[in-house]
Every structure is written in C-alpha cells, then in structure tokens.
Nanobody, 117 residues
Framework: VQLQASGGGLVQAGGSLRLSCAAS????????VGWYRQAPGKQRELVAT???????NCADSVNGRFTISRDNANDTLYLQMNSLKPEDTAVYSC????????????WGPGTQVTVSS
C-alpha cells in the first residue's frame, strides 16, 4: 500500500487549504482513516479521523474549521482546512487502516502546512 499526500503549502491566516491522500496498491477494504499533525517541538496529535461508515472524530482545536471526508470508491482521503491559524502550522500526515486483503496500518508522507500571521 502506498499513500500519496498533496495540498500543503504556505497560506496567510484566515486562508484555506485542502489536503488529499490517495492510496494505491492491493486494497480491498479500508477501515478508519485520518489526519494527524506534528508541529515543531511537539508530539504528533490527532486532527480528525473518519470511519468506514463516516463517523467522524475531530480535535476540538479544529472543530468547525476543518472538514474530513473520504471517497471510498477512489481510496482518497481529504481534509478541507478553513480559517487557518498560525497554530495550525505543522506537518500533516494521513493514516490508513487497511482491513483486507491484509490487515495493516499505514502512514503517508507528511505534507507541510505553514500559516503566516
């Protein structure tokens, strides 16, 4: 399973970005997927996850500003980020739980999001 993330970049505070994470390889069934982030000098933290049935778990710090969604048919995960703040600056990584044909947990390459004040 390979994950390809895109959509990061530099944006001013108040702006928007949309992250994508596309999976490829031998994937039959996917469980929960999500986005995590790690700011310099801090531990990685959960941003949002979405289950196969589209139940969403979202960090309080981004609730109401970020929207996670998934396209099961195309094995793609999205994160729409609005009203960005400087404290959202971090490396964002996607995580996939693959259920079949072989169970596994996969991390995508990080994508840098920088929000200037």
């Amino acid at each position: 399973v390979q994950l390809q993330a895109s959509g990061g970049g530099l944006v001013q505070a108040g702006g928007s970005l949309r992250l994508s994470c596309a999976a490829s390889g031998r994937i039959f069934r996917v469980g929960a997927v999500g986005w995590y982030r790690q700011a310099p000098g801090k531990q990685r933290e959960l941003v949002a996850t979405i289950s196969r049935s589209r139940t969403i778990n979202c960090a309080d710090s981004v609730n109401g500003r970020f929207t996670i969604s998934r396209d099961n048919a195309n094995d793609t995960l999205y994160l729409q980020m609005n009203s960005l703040k400087p404290e959202d600056t971090a490396v964002y990584s996607c995580n996939w739980e693959v259920l079949s044909p072989y169970r596994g947990n996969y991390w995508g390459p990080g994508t840098q999001v920088t929000v200037s004040s």
